[in-house]
T-cell receptor, first 115, second 111 residues
Framework: DVKVTQSSRYLVKRTGEKVFLECVQD?????MFWYRQDPGLGLRLIYF???????EKGDIPEGYSVSREKKERFSLILESASTNQTSMYLC??????????????FGPGTRLTVL | DAKTTQPNSMESNEEEPVHLPCNHS???????IHWYRQLPSQGPEYVIH?????VNNRMASLAIAEDRKSSTLILHRATLRDAAVYYC????????????WGAGTKLIIKP
């Protein structure tokens, strides 16, 4: 089975701190994604990556950056955390690129609270 | 992007079949219908997908209307562990990896 792991289940940070969220997948997937999930707004795509060192902006990239130095690892960075970035962050990966039958495999999520 | 409409919530009794509806009247001929579910305090997980024909797997069945404007996810014998939010998503062919998530249906299973 595909396994997607995230570095923390719960995280509490202060406004202005730099925050790193890490995601690792163990199935050699090319594509990786970062979403945030908020009540009433569903899942919204922040960034995705289709290869090492490649990244594409999703729907809400402002205030975030990403890093993909190795195929199995995709990091989400909050350069200066703000209270409106309090949310559930979900990482996902898929095997192949851009076909309609790809399924996304998700990690358990990181609930980030910014005080 | 074509959109989907689902009821906000549904209730069902344990060990009974559950039919979760999804309307997608603006679906195009090449859109796949995907279903995911999200158990409490977990990330979403894939359930099933289809294009035109009905599909079955170990988790569920997917019944697609002949005009493809609606579909139904069928859980044949719901258990308490099936209580989750179920998302119906249209996936465009070569859609650049993205899934467009709606609000989903919260399924409540009564013992």
């Amino acid at each position: 089975d595909v396994k997607v792991t995230q570095s923390s289940r719960y995280l509490v940070k202060r406004t202005g701190e730099k925050v790193f969220l890490e995601c690792v997948q163990d199935m050699d997937h090319e594509n990786m994604f970062w979403y945030r999930q908020d009540p009433g707004l569903g899942l919204r795509l922040i960034y995705f990556s289709y290869d090492v060192k490649m990244k594409e902006k999703g729907d809400i990239p402002e205030g975030y950056s990403v890093s993909r130095e190795k195929k199995e690892r995709f990091s989400l960075i909050l350069e200066s955390a703000s209270t409106n970035q309090t949310s559930m962050y979900l990482c996902a990966s898929t095997l192949a690129g851009g076909t309609s039958t790809d399924t996304q495999y998700f990690g358990p999520g990181t609930r980030l609270t910014v005080l | 992007d074509a959109k989907t409409t689902q009821p906000n919530s549904m209730e069902s009794n344990e060990e009974e079949p559950v039919h979760l509806p999804c309307n997608h009247s603006t679906i195009s001929g090449t859109d796949y219908i995907h279903w995911y579910r999200q158990l409490p305090s977990q990330g979403p997980e894939y359930v099933i997908h289809g294009l035109t024909s009905n599909v079955n797997n170990r988790m569920a069945s997917l019944a697609i209307a002949e005009d493809r404007k609606s579909s139904t996810l069928i859980l044949h014998r719901a258990t308490l562990r099936d209580a989750a939010v179920y998302y119906c998503i249209l996936r465009e062919m070569d859609s650049n990896y993205q899934l467009i998530w709606g609000a989903g249906t919260k399924l409540i299973i009564k013992p």
